[in-house]
């Protein structure tokens, strides 16, 4: 019977220490994912100011016309 007490008392010990170790790592990922959160609204604002910097330049261009053929035309006595 001391046994058996001794098996669960290491086994309530290996829980324990596993329950501290899972609390760490969870720690550790709400850290992580707070960091990742921060970086991604700032990246997302970048975006943001780069899409209307890109907006306003293109207003800036002027209007574009119909774009010609550059290729010559082919002459039907060429290709006999």
């Known amino acids: ?6 098996q669960l008392s ?4 290996q829980l324990a220490a596993l329950t501290q170790s899972l609390r760490r790592e ?3 990922l709400r850290l992580n994912v707070s960091a ?3 970086e ?3 990246l997302s604002q970048r ?3 780069a899409h209307q910097r890109v ?3 293109l207003e800036k ?5 119909p774009a010609t053929p550059t290729t010559p035309a082919i002459n039907e006595e060429e290709t006999a």
């Open 1 to 6: 019977m001391s046994s058996e007490f001794h």
């Open 10 to 13: 290491e086994k309530v010990a």
């Open 26 to 28: 969870n720690a550790d």
């Open 36 to 38: 990742l959160t921060t």
């Open 40 to 42: 991604n609204a700032e």
């Open 47 to 49: 975006m943001d100011e």
């Open 55 to 57: 907006e306003a330049l």
């Open 61 to 65: 261009l002027p209007a574009a016309t």
